[in-house]
């Protein structure tokens, strides 16, 4: 197991930008790494995914807006949010894809209309 800590959420208007980065205890190479949100009462979600090669894919809802992306000699992953709505408010959380290994923190992301 690797232990995943996200940081970077925050408090932003409608419209704005945030960077979420999320930081693994150990190596992350040969994984395909996730970015996943949870909104009150809703259930986590898939938000974008990478492959160790760096191939992308993104949920519809936030396609064209958000970037993953991963550093394997840092042992992180990123998340650049543009144009952000308040439908994207959520905890946000990073975790291996397809793979058990524990859930971090996540961080908060709140977009205020």
């Known amino acids: 197991h690797v232990q995943l800590v996200e940081s970077g959420g925050g408090l932003v208007q409608a419209g704005g930008s945030l960077g979420l980065s999320c930081v693994a205890s150990?190596?992350?190479?040969?994984?395909?790494m996730g970015w996943y949100r949870q909104a009150p009462g809703k259930q986590r979600e898939t938000v974008a995914t990478i492959t160790p090669l760096g191939s992308t894919n993104y949920a519809g809802a936030v396609k064209g807006r958000f970037t993953i992306s991963r550093d394997d000699a840092k042992n992180t992953v990123y998340l650049q949010m543009h144009s952000l709505k308040p439908e994207d408010t959520a905890v946000y959380f990073c975790?291996?894809?397809?793979?058990?290994?524990?859930w971090g923190q996540g961080t908060q992301v709140t977009v205020s209309s």
């Open positions: 150990g190596s992350l190479r040969g994984y395909v």
């Open positions: 975790n291996l894809v397809r793979v058990v290994n524990p």
